[in-house]
């Protein structure tokens, strides 16, 4: 569930700007083929979630009330329906390439008795690259 957390707000945030006064302009130079893509993703969403969420969300897109709604309202439909986050995830990496693998920097020092190295890590499918300097 907790990489349906991630995938549903990814999904969200490449609509925000798509339903936006400036981000439907902004369709107009995005290209039809990336407009064409986040369309397919919203004509998915409004497909699975009907309703108050839908609706909120419609009206007001920058509203984090609203989107939190949304987010909400597409995590029910995934827990019924656990082979739609696959549809999902395509339609979202198609909308919003960049949302299909976040890279992360971190520094951090850390003091370890014997001279190995501690690393901090939360989720799945991390790398890490270690410099012992």
Known sequence: MSGDV??????????????????KKAAATLGAEAAKEIAALWAWVKGKVTGSAKDAFE????????QGKLEGALEQVLEAEPALADELRQLVAA???EAARLVQTITQTQTVGDGSVGIQS??????????KS
């Open 59 to 66: 009206q007001a897109p920058d509203d984090t009330k609203a």
């Open 95 to 97: 909308a919003k390439p």
């Open 122 to 131: 939360a989720g799945s499918n991390n790398t890490f690259n270690v410099n």
């Open 6 to 23: 991630a995938l549903v707000s990814a999904a969200v945030d490449a609509l925000v700007p798509y339903l936006t006064e400036a981000g």
